[in-house]
């Protein structure tokens, strides 16, 4: 596609349900990143995937955390359980292969936990 | 660990000023710079990116400059208008461990007519 497509734009769910954030990259770009952004803060990084692998997840903040990509494409992100401090903006980038590659985000998931 | 600082945090400036936002870097070794604008509920759009082994980028009135030696980066601002106003992004992709992105809080910028 012509840029990073996240879905859904914006989430509303209760506290203790799980939700699935979606992340479809540029087509081409094998490395795929999530951020989160909570009100006032700075950008978190959560977790980036070459390919299928996920060579560093060591942003996940808790084991109610989780993500995969399939088919070197699609990547989805699931929180568990949710809290209510999961409320926050999750970003989803993607780039080529090269470390010297821009990196382009998505316009992001708004969650909000009630 | 890497630390991105921005200075100012907020920035309020008059139609027709050229501006100067800052970034700093604790660890040098790094890949690349990259300058990022965020307006208020959206993403981020890239707005340039600077090699290591690159001193500037230009992009029409947009100019960033990367001194790694010493840690900083700066985007120059040309002429400003209010369409410029948002949220400025400055991040580090270091060149240890798997070279993610690490971000200053931003400064956000205020352009008035």
């Known amino acids: 596609g012509a840029g990073v497509s996240q879905s859904p734009s914006n989430k509303v769910t209760e506290k203790g349900k799980d939700v699935e954030l979606r992340c479809d990259p540029i087509?081409?770009?094998?490395?795929l990143y999530w951020y989160r952004q909570s009100l006032g803060q700075g950008l978190e990084f959560l977790i980036y995937?070459?390919?299928?692998?996920?060579?560093?997840k060591s942003g996940l903040p808790s084991d109610r955390f989780s993500a995969e990509r399939t088919g070197g494409s699609v990547s989805t992100l699931t929180i568990q359980r949710t809290q209510q401090e999961d409320s926050a903006v999750y970003l989803c980038?993607?780039?080529?292969?090269?470390?010297?590659?821009?990196?382009?985000f998505g316009e992001g998931s708004w969650l909000t936990v009630v | 660990k890497q630390e991105v600082t921005q200075i100012p945090a907020a920035l309020s400036v008059p139609e027709g000023e050229n501006l100067v936002l800052n970034c700093s870097f604790t660890?040098?070794?790094?890949?690349?710079l990259q300058w990022f604008r965020q307006d208020p509920g959206k993403g981020l759009t890239s707005l340039l990116l600077?090699?290591?082994?690159?001193r500037e980028q230009t992009s029409g009135r947009l100019n960033a400059s990367l001194d790694k030696s010493s840690g900083r980066s700066t985007l120059y601002i040309a002429a400003s208008q209010p369409g410029d106003s948002a949220t400025y992004l400055c991040?580090?992709?270091?060149?240890?461990?798997?070279?993610?992105?690490?971000f200053g809080k931003g400064t956000m910028l205020l352009v008035s007519p």
């Open positions: 600077i090699q290591s082994s690159q």
């Open positions: 991040a580090v992709r270091s060149n240890s461990g798997y070279s993610t992105l690490t």
């Open positions: 087509s081409g770009h094998t490395a």
């Open positions: 980038a993607s780039s080529l292969l090269s470390t010297g590659n821009t990196i382009y």
């Open positions: 660890d040098s070794a790094i890949y690349n």
């Open positions: 995937f070459q390919g299928n692998s996920a060579p560093d």
